[in-house]
């Protein structure tokens, strides 16, 4: 594979260099750490971008998916909530470049990805020659409607606790959505303003002719790391205050909190044991509390030796959807999920990440993370949290609402 290394000096001016220059292109991913870590600081890249676009995967998911296990090149992908049923196709494209910055390096590299020599080294001169412009472009001011009103959440929240009051299930995560329209999208204008207000260390900006994403998730899904599979699932919230630490130390000691997270451990746990070699699943951190740009939140790292034989398209069927964003038991939540949720979750609750020609790769969870779709002018984001028992359904919508603000205030809404 063809390789140029640039070394830089200023990280953030390289990074905006390389946000400006995939913008002149119809597809692009970025994948932005914003100089945080992942809890335990399992991470690889600073940043990581598929830019150009040489081969999109078609058919179902099944479809695609063993297209990307039989592929020797690098992908980038983005699956819906509703992956393995037909309602929502994933996006999964070859890039025709890719571009990564390593943790505490000083070096981008880019990598042809399937492009002609010529073309790849024609490329390399465009990118060398080119200046960012600041467009500074006027962001769209947006009201969004709720699909759920506050009395409506309330009354649904209480039949969730009475299904598992009932013994229906554990807990499961329910979720509501906001919706407006515009004709204006000023798609990387956007995102910059929403990273600059977030800085999210799972960061992505999606620019495709099917669907743009802002996302600011604060959680990885899963990423396989030589033979080793992370999980590293978030349950568990509370607002930053100026005393955070003792913020940090309430949510650590919070019941109802742990209770939520624990069970989505023991959930991940199932998961990964039906792809991993036997006994070598861990918890590697329990209930573990980071602070992020606006909330806490508890995050458990878990760990396994996957098998030899499973495939990136088998990791998937067991382990998708994650379970932070569905509940327990996973498949009965599911069915409940599809009955109290007011809209589809779409592409929300899916994940964004890439896989590397040797089968390497990682995802975060789909979250706090705005859609725009082209074809129809639709804008979109979604909030939610655990439901369990011990619930209070006021503070429950008063989280989600906290988990909606930056996205809110980014259209000054």
């Known amino acids: 594979m063809q390789s140029k290394v640039y070394p830089f ?4 001016q390289i990074k905006q260099r390389i946000y400006d220059f995939a913008d002149t292109f119809e597809w692009a991913q970025v994948l932005d750490s914003n100089q945080r870590h992942s809890a335990l600081e399992l991470d690889v890249y600073e940043l ?4 150009g676009m040489v081969n999109l995967l078609s058919g179902n998911a099944e479809q695609q998916l063993l297209q990307l296990n039989q592929s020797k090149h690098w992908h980038f992908f983005v699956l819906p909530y509703t992956l393995f049923e037909d309602q929502d196709v994933p996006i999964i494209f070859q890039a025709a470049t890719v571009w990564r910055i390593e943790k505490q390096s000083n070096s981008l590299i880019i990598d042809n990805n399937g492009m002609s020599e010529q073309a790849f080294l024609a490329l390399l001169g465009q990118w060398e020659d080119y200046v960012s412009v600041d467009l500074s472009l006027t962001l769209p001011k947006l009201s969004f409607t709720p699909d759920t009103n506050h009395e409506q959440y309330i009354k649904q929240v209480k039949a969730i606790q009475q299904n598992i009051y009932d013994g229906a299930y554990y807990e499961l995560n329910y979720c509501i959505g906001f919706n407006a329209y515009t004709n204006h999208w000023p798609s990387l204008s956007l995102f910059k303003a929403f990273n600059a207000l977030t ?7 999606i620019k495709t002719p099917q669907l743009h994403v802002l996302c600011s998730s604060p959680e990885r899904f899963l990423a396989l790391q030589n033979q080793t599979l992370i999980a590293q699932p978030i349950k568990g919230t509370n607002r930053i205050e100026p005393d955070n630490d003792l913020q940090l130390q309430r949510l650590k000691q919070s019941e109802k909190d742990r209770a939520e997270n624990v069970m989505i451990v023991d959930l991940m746990r199932n998961d990964l044991g039906q792809v991993s070699d036997a006994g070598t699943v861990k918890v590697q951190e329990l209930c573990g509390a980071y602070a992020y740009t606006s909330v806490n939140h508890l995050v458990s790292s878990i760990t396994a030796v996957k098998k030899t034989s499973a495939l990136f398209s088998d990791v998937m069927q067991a382990c998708f959807p994650m379970g932070s964003m569905t509940g327990a038991p996973k498949q009965e939540v599911m069915k409940h999920i599809q009955l109290y949720e007011s809209s589809s979750r779409g ?4 994940s ?6 040797d089968g390497q790769f990682d995802s975060n969870v789909l979250i706090r993370s705005i859609v725009y779709t082209p074809g129809n002018h639709a804008v979109s984001y979604h909030v939610g949290g655990a439901i369990v028992l011990d619930s209070d359904p006021e503070s429950e919508y008063q989280e989600c609402l906290l988990k909606g603000e930056k996205m809110a205030k980014l259209f000054n809404a």
């Open 9 to 12: 000096e200023s990280l953030t």
């Open 347 to 350: 592409y929300y609750s899916g």
């Open 199 to 205: 800085q999210s260390p799972f960061a992505a900006w």
């Open 352 to 357: 964004i990440g890439y896989c590397t020609p």
């Open 48 to 51: 990581i971008a598929g830019i």
